[in-house]
C-alpha cells in the first residue's frame, strides 16, 4: 500500500528516500523524477554550483 510521503519514513538513508519517493506511483515515476531533477538543477545553479549554460548543454544530450 502506497504512504502518503514515503520520504518521511524515519531511519531510510538519503538515496532510499530519493528511491522510493520517486517509484513508490509508477504512474507518476516520470514526473516526480522530472519534478526533482528540475528542483535539484535549479538548486544548484543558485549555488552556483552549475550554471544554466552546463545545464542547457546537459539537456542538449538527453534529447539527442
Keep these: 500500500m502506497p504512504t502518503q510521503n514515503p520520504h518521511r519514513i524515519v ?3 538519503t538515496s532510499s528516500k530519493v ?3 520517486l517509484t ?15 528542483l535539484l538543477a535549479e538548486n544548484l545553479v543558485r549555488k552556483g554550483f552549475i ?3 552546463e545545464i ?9
Excluded at 56 to 64: K, R, Y
Design 11 to 13: 531511519g531510510l538513508c
Design 24 to 38: 513508490e506511483l509508477k504512474h507518476l515515476e516520470g514526473h516526480r523524477t522530472a519534478k526533482f531533477l528540475s
Design 51 to 53: 550554471n544554466e549554460h
Design 56 to 64: 542547457m548543454h546537459m539537456l542538449d544530450q538527453v534529447v539527442d
Design 19 to 21: 528511491y522510493n519517493t
